[in-house]
């Protein structure tokens, strides 16, 4: 079962390269974009058939590597 | 004396930390990041460079490497575990020490000679050295150090900032900031000062014809205290 992990800064923390993406599409014309926050996406495909299940491991994967907690949020679709 | 590095895929300064530390005076063993025993050591050295490419952020993968729940069992015992730039960010991954590098405010790769500020000369690092200020490398594009409120709080109350960012006069100011990073900290100890995670190179300066010596007082030191 393939689950769908977001990552992204939490608020407050620096996002230099969001920042360069905002200041760019600015620059091109899109002068309605406020801000611009980059994460990751991740596809993880558990051997596993219950979904809850799945979750509950691709959690424990998130605290333990995917994201670091200390400026990192994730939430798992 | 006996020291090791550990080497990860992509690690490369660690054969400059064997030249450095041997130069003054270690018994080094290179020791590479799939083993699970360490050989005996004084002192374990995490070195800089680009572990797994940076896959994921900066040191994660090394973090979960097998040798480091050796290396991690040796820091709770009190032994001393140096991370360099690559090694910090490692450091920091496995949660031996507080915080994480993030990305330079700027976005630019840096690397160039910088002042730091020895903030605490009580520990086994930096106890017997005379300079207060140190003219050392860096070469990194994760640098800025950044931590929570109550991590820097504890920091700052148990005199855990080794070295900040400064000018040649020793001022800690925003302009001799390099990477953005929180109150220009370059270097921080666990509570216990046996480890210490610092972006800046020491075994780059330990030439006075090609680059300086301030790494030399640094890895003199270090050896000092095993003697």
Same mark, same amino acid.
């Given at each position: 079962?393939?689950?769908?992990?977001?990552?992204?800064?939490?608020?407050?923390?620096?996002? +230099?390269?969001?920042?360069?993406?905002?200041?760019?599409?600015?620059?091109?014309?899109? =002068? #309605?974009?406020?801000?611009?926050?980059?994460?990751?996406?991740?596809?993880?495909?558990?051997?596993?058939?219950?979904? !809850?299940? !799945?979750?509950?491991?691709?959690?424990?994967?998130?605290?333990?590597?995917?994201?670091?907690?200390?400026?990192?949020? $994730?939430?798992?679709? | 004396?006996?020291?090791?590095?550990? *080497? $990860?895929?992509?690690?490369?300064?660690?054969?400059?930390?064997?030249?450095?530390?041997?130069?003054?005076?270690?018994?080094?063993?290179?020791?590479?990041?799939?083993?699970?025993?360490? +050989?005996?050591?004084?002192?374990?050295?995490?070195?800089?460079?680009?572990?797994?490419? %940076?896959?994921?952020?900066?040191?994660?993968?090394?973090?979960? #490497?097998?040798?480091?729940?050796?290396?991690? %069992? $040796? !820091?709770?015992?009190?032994?001393?575990?140096?991370?360099?730039?690559?090694?910090?960010? *490692?450091?920091?991954?496995?949660?031996?020490?507080?915080?994480?590098?993030?990305?330079?405010?700027?976005? @630019?790769?840096?690397?160039?000679?910088?002042?730091?500020?020895?903030? =605490?000369?009580?520990?086994?690092?930096?106890? =017997?050295?005379?300079?207060?200020?140190?003219?050392?490398?860096?070469?990194?594009?994760?640098?800025?150090?950044?931590?929570?409120?109550?991590?820097?709080?504890?920091?700052?109350?148990?005199?855990?900032?080794?070295?900040?960012?400064?000018?040649?006069?020793?001022?800690?100011? @925003?302009?001799?900031?390099?990477?953005?990073?929180?109150?220009?900290? !370059?270097?921080?100890?666990?509570?216990?000062?046996?480890?210490?995670?610092?972006?800046?190179? +020491?075994?780059?300066?330990? %030439?006075?014809?090609?680059?300086?010596?301030?790494? #030399?007082?640094? $890895?003199?030191?270090?050896?000092?205290?095993?003697?």
């Amino acid at each position: 079962m393939k689950i769908k992990v977001v990552v992204t800064l939490k608020n407050g923390v620096l996002d +230099p390269q969001g920042k360069a993406i905002q200041q760019t599409l600015n620059g091109m014309g899109f =002068s #309605s974009v406020n801000e611009v926050r980059q994460g990751k996406f991740f596809e993880v495909d558990v051997n596993e058939k219950d979904e !809850a299940k !799945a979750k509950i491991k691709v959690e424990d994967m998130c605290k333990k590597l995917l994201a670091n907690l200390v400026i990192e949020n $994730f939430e798992i679709l | 004396m006996n020291s090791s590095v550990i *080497i $990860f895929p992509g690690s490369n300064c660690d054969r400059d930390m064997d030249v450095a530390l041997k130069k003054f005076g270690f018994k080094n063993e290179m020791v590479w990041h799939d083993d699970e025993q360490l +050989p005996k050591s004084d002192l374990i050295v995490l070195p800089g460079g680009f572990s797994y490419g %940076d896959y994921l952020r900066c040191g994660s993968i090394a973090g979960k #490497s097998k040798i480091i729940k050796s290396v991690i %069992d $040796f !820091a709770k015992k009190g032994g001393l575990v140096l991370g360099i730039c690559n090694g910090f960010q *490692i450091l920091t991954e496995t949660g031996l020490l507080p915080g994480v590098l993030q990305q330079n405010k700027n976005i @630019e790769f840096i690397c160039k000679n910088v002042f730091v500020k020895v903030n =605490s000369k009580n520990n086994k690092y930096f106890n =017997s050295i005379d300079k207060d200020v140190l003219e050392l490398h860096i070469a990194h594009n994760e640098g800025n150090y950044f931590c929570t409120s109550d991590e820097l709080k504890m920091l700052k109350d148990n005199d855990l900032v080794a070295v900040s960012y400064c000018n040649e006069k020793g001022e800690v100011n @925003e302009k001799s900031n390099p990477n953005g990073a929180l109150q220009n900290i !370059a270097g921080i100890f666990n509570k216990e000062k046996n480890i210490l995670g610092m972006m800046p190179h +020491p075994e780059r300066m330990i %030439d006075k014809y090609l680059s300086g010596e301030d790494g #030399s007082i640094f $890895f003199k030191n270090l050896l000092n205290n095993f003697k």
